[in-house]
């Protein structure tokens, strides 16, 4: 069930890779200027930031995340190469430096014309997804020089930038997640003396990932099946992973953390606080978390699982282990190249296999009318690229002309 390896050498018609992620702050005071990029017009209140930003502080003020994309782009250079693939690969974030619109800029002081970006939200929601188009779409249009997005900011900017289908179910990430599962219950066993076999029978495997507003769900289900619909089919391909790995089914439960926003709006739960409290009580006295819902471990898995849950697990007298991100693990790196290289075929014509797992299929290339909306069913009006409901300069395919 490992991905094929693809080779082949270039991503024609792509001019460059964009690795797209979300950014986090690297020095003490860059903390609150951060926050507030990421809750800009977003109703946060302010002691959450103020209670966010000292999760940071614990750190020193200095997010993991982006050391976790230089790694990430360090690995894939080297997967690309080995595959004798020389196109060039850049990096921005949406909310700290190196920002998006440098990064275009370079690019397409380089001569690009065409990026393909590849985003570190391996689901769909208006935060992993809509919300990235949106924000290349105004991104482009700084490049371009203009104030305001125009309606096609890819002409606009002369560039334009595609997006990779969503991976949750692509073998590459399923592959990684349950390796680092197996790793999580053979560390378990250890500790506890036990047989692996009898720790995975009775220690319940926790899937964790980043909560988000019910109204976000409902918007990120309007057009696919949603962020949590999403997640389930993802959990359930790494537990059959494991359990043949390991000869026993782990019994798993997907739990949500890092919810924000004012009380009176509701997230999803149960919060994996919560979940470990519930559990304590039924007698758990172990358990694996897996933070299937982020790629690195960024500062929702360092703080969120890592600080709270792990001293909720010890309070409880639950011994807990933590298991790894997909980060730069081989067959999850080995995934996203074959994925580009798919996409590439893709858009020279040819038919390339969208190699997924689960029950839902792949995701489509570019995002389908109406995905992933911040409520379901409200279309803001605000540009973005990558998408079937996107105004593209290509005019002239049937794709781009059914979305008109
Ligand atoms: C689904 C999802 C992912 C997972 C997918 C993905 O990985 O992209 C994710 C990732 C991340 N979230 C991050 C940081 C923050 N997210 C916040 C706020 C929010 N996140 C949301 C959702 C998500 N966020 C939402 C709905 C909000 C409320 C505001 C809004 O509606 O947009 C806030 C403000 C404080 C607060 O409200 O908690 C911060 C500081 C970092 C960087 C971490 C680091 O520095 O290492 C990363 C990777
Ligand atoms: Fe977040």
Redesign the pocket.
């Given at each position: 069930m490992s991905a094929p390896t693809l080779t082949a050498s270039s991503l024609t018609p792509y001019d460059a890779v964009l690795l797209l992620?979300?950014?986090?702050?690297e020095q003490p005071e860059d903390v609150l200027p951060?926050?507030r990029n990421?809750?800009r017009g977003?109703g946060?209140p302010e002691e959450?930031?103020v209670?966010?930003s000292q999760h940071?502080a614990l750190f020193g003020g200095r997010?993991?995340?982006n050391d976790?994309n230089r790694a990430l782009l360090a690995a894939l250079r080297a997967e690309l190469d080995a595959r004798g693939v020389d196109t060039p690969l850049a990096w921005g974030n949406r909310?700290w430096e190196p920002y998006t619109d440098g990064a275009l800029a370079d690019l397409r002081e380089r001569g690009a014309q065409r990026v393909l970006a590849l985003?570190?939200?391996?689901?769909g929601?208006?935060?992993?997804c809509r919300?990235y188009r949106e924000h290349v779409a105004a991104a482009l249009a700084g490049v371009a020089g203009e104030a305001e997005t125009p309606a096609d900011p890819e002409a606009a900017a002369g560039v334009r930038v595609d997006k990779l289908r969503h991976y949750f179910n692509h073998p590459g990430f399923v592959r990684a997640n349950a390796d680092a599962v197996v790793e999580a219950f053979t560390d378990l066993a250890a500790r506890t003396g036990r047989p692996v076999a009898d720790v995975v029978a009775d220690a319940p495997l926790l899937f964790v990932?980043?909560?988000?507003?019910l109204a976000?769900e409902a918007g990120s289900a309007a057009a696919r099946p949603g962020?949590v619909a999403q997640h389930e089919d993802a959990c359930t391909q790494v537990a059959a992973l494991v359990a043949a790995d390991l000869g026993v089914a782990p019994s798993w439960t997907l739990a949500f953390c890092?919810?924000?926003?004012p009380p009176s709006q509701p997230?999803l739960e149960p919060d994996v606080n919560d979940v470990l409290a519930e559990r304590a009580q039924d007698g758990v006295t172990a358990v694996v978390m897996s933070p299937i819902?982020?790629?690195?471990d960024?500062?929702?898995?360092?703080y969120d699982l890592d600080t709270e849950a792990m001293a909720t697990a010890a309070d409880l007298g639950i011994t807990a282990v933590r298991a790894g991100s997909a980060s730069t693990r081989a067959p999850f790196v080995a995934g996203l190249v074959d994925l580009l290289l798919e996409r590439a075929a893709a858009e020279r014509g040819e038919e390339p296999a969208r190699t997924t797992v689960g029950g839902l299929g792949a995701w489509p290339d570019r995002c389908a009318v109406g995905c992933c909306f911040?409520r379901a069913g409200v279309d803001t009006g605000t540009p973005a690229v990558a998408g079937q409901d996107s105004r593209t300069h290509d005019e002239t395919t049937s794709e781009g002309a059914a979305a008109r």
């Open positions: 992620s979300f950014g986090g702050p951060f926050m990421v809750t977003k946060i959450r930031l209670e966010v940071y997010s993991p995340i976790q909310n985003v570190t939200s391996a689901y929601s208006y935060s992993g919300q990932t980043h909560s988000i507003p976000m962020y890092s919810r924000s926003g997230w819902g982020f790629v690195s960024h500062m929702e898995v360092a911040q």
